[in-house]
């Protein structure tokens, strides 16, 4: 009897021949070679940079409250919250202040989850639809360096691989208390015959926050199930995710005003900031092994849905209603993703793909009253817009000890907008870019690596940008209602080694230069992006793993940049020069486990002339298993440390018994004293 999902991957099949049509003949390829299951990438560093954190590190780390605090166990990557839970965070790498998403590209489940042409941030990043609990990997390639990096990958790209080990496969339900009334519920399914692909999890949480106007609320659901392994068709694999959540958003408060005691350091001016945030996702994926060459297919489509109300700058612009923005963005989307490699020679592979993604956008922003009606409209557009590349390159071993991987991608934009605030304003734009890539990595020895690498990253306007804007007449920067509609291209290089000895020590250095042709700042006053001058970034990562027992592990990362605009040799605002992580991990056969996480953030730029405070951070976790029983503690900033997570320096305008200025001032957002939260765990 034919299984109904067999209809299904004869399709996917049959356009995967017709993705190839020459290759399933060319060559005749001995039959030990082929297999069912066909993983496009290998895991063998390619690049000096690249990190992946496995799932021992992921389980011992002493925060993992969400998928967003998986990325802070990447080397050099720095998160502010200046919301709650639930609101994309700013992000931090390779001297790039990526906002909240626009030059670190983010993948769950090999598919792009940066939002092209969000309304509150371009390539905004929301991970709240993932569950942390089945996150098997996260993977950091640094930098535009490989083939399949594609839109906002300027400081690199962050895969998240979803799954569940063998060792953690079965039933489980996790339940966890925190110091801030948080309680957070986990239920996760994983059939022990099954492969680590299959999952099942359901989370729930709710927390009031650690100050006022902190709180957040979410619900998710996420799936994966592979829903067939046929040798002639090859295996399909469905991922499928709900989730709904609600936030606060307290704002920056300004410096002056807590020195003058005029409010506390944790409090907020006011109190109904936040928004919602809902999002249907699912993935597709298809792999066969054509006999002659591998590939991989995946057709995902996501429905999303973004409401946010903020104020960062109290009465400056309009002293009757006040600043409240609201915002609102609902987005559809639908892609489709090749990978295909085969082998040409016995030391040389061609590697090639392409993708395809449509968008359809509906986003307003509006000042807002008290509560929350419109005052005034900014903008209401209607958006279509298109995504497309093709890439090919070679992969070639002409010795055992080099490797060489050379090619290029050509990248397509098409925008279709139309202002319904103004309907005679109609644009399209189609814009291109193309962009060389090269790596290389010798062996020196068995233990040994040194790396070189090239590659051109690129950032794509928003659509409102293909609307135009006028200039304003009180400054000499090219300021637009979302920038120039033009693509950003960077350029990077990178030159490293690589030391592994067993499962002894493992070290690697790299040091990395990137010049990018238009800078991107955020201004909180107008709160639209500003494009500056050519800037360029050199700096240095080193990381150092020593395991002396195989169940510990110690490490030490460390990133040092210096972000510079190329003709004044200005610091580039908000850019962190300096990031230290010291950490230690122990998964014990005994069923300890432990983690510590010392984090030193050294000062950063800020926009005329100011600067942040720096801050060190302890993070600790303890946990125990027994039987089918496991608890957990997690503790943030041990000591107690008061420090500032989010510092900017604009003007704003909260007291009106004070006289209005537009000079800027420091804002900070408190960061979280000592929190603590204790969980259990039951295997069932």
Known sequence: MRRPSEPLLRAFALLAVAAAPAVAAAHDVPKDRRYTTVVVSDRSPR?????????????????????????????????????????????????????????????????????????????????????????????????????????????????????????????????????????????????????????????????RGFARARGAQRATFLGQIRLLDSKPYGALDLTAGVYAAKFDAPGAVRADDVAAGKLDRFDAYRGD???????????????????????????????????????????????????????????????????????????????????WQGDLIRQHDARVDAQHQIVSRNWDLGVGQHQAHARAGLRWHP?????????????????????????????????????????????????????????????????????????????????????PARIVASDSVEVGARFQHRELVSAGVALFGTWIDRELVFDHVSAVNIELNRTRRLGVDVDLAVWPRRWLQLRQDLSLVQARFVESGAPVPLAPPFMSATGLTLVHPSGLRAGARFLVVGSRALPHGARTSAYALLDLSLGYRVGPLQLDLQIDNVTNAVWKEGEYHYASWWDRADPRSTIPTLHYLAGPPLTARIGATLWL
């Open 47 to 207: 690049t000096a940079s690249q990190r992946t954190v496995g799932p021992a590190e992921i389980a011992a780390s002493p925060r993992r409250r969400s998928a967003d605090d998986l990325l802070r166990l990447v080397p050099g990557v720095l998160l502010i919250q200046h919301g709650a839970e639930g609101k994309g965070q700013q992000m931090f790498m390779r001297g790039f202040d990526a906002a909240h998403g626009a030059d670190i590209e983010v993948k769950v489940a090999g598919v792009t989850v940066n939002e092209l042409s969000n309304i509150h941030g371009q390539g905004y990043v929301d991970l709240g639809f993932v569950v942390p609990e089945v996150v098997r990997r996260v993977t950091a390639n640094k930098g535009p360096f490989l083939l399949d990096q594609g839109n906002f990958a300027n400081a690199g790209t962050i895969r998240f691989e979803l799954g569940v080990e063998p060792e953690a496969r079965g039933s489980r339900v996790s339940y966890e208390f925190g110091s801030t009334l948080r309680h957070r519920g986990v239920f996760v399914h994983a059939p022990k015959n099954m492969a680590k692909e299959t999952f099942f999890a359901v989370e729930a949480m709710t927390d």
């Open 399 to 483: 010795v055992s000890r080099l490797t060489i991987e050379a090619g290029a991608r050509l990248d397509l934009l098409a925008y279709n907008v139309r202002d319904r605030i103004d309907p005679d304003r109609h644009a399209r734009k189609v814009l291109a870019l193309p962009s060389p890539r090269i790596n290389a990595a010798v062996r020196l020895a068995p233990f040994a690596s040194l790396f070189l690498a090239y590659g051109r990253g690129l950032r794509a306007p928003e659509a409102r940008a293909v609307l135009g804007g006028p200039v304003p007449e009180d400054t000499s920067l090219d300021r637009y209602r979302g920038g």
């Open 273 to 355: 900031g936040g928004g919602r945030s809902y999002r249907l996702f699912t993935a597709l994926r298809h792999q066969l092994d054509l006999g002659v060459g591998k590939l991989e297919q995946r057709l995902h489509g996501q429905l999303r849905d973004l409401d946010l109300v903020e104020d960062f700058t109290g009465w400056l612009l309009d002293p009757v209603a006040g600043d409240r923005r609201g915002q609102r963005h609902r987005f559809a989307s639908l892609g489709y993703q090749l990978d295909y490699r085969r082998p040409l020679h016995p030391t040389l592979d061609l590697v090639a793909g392409g993708a």
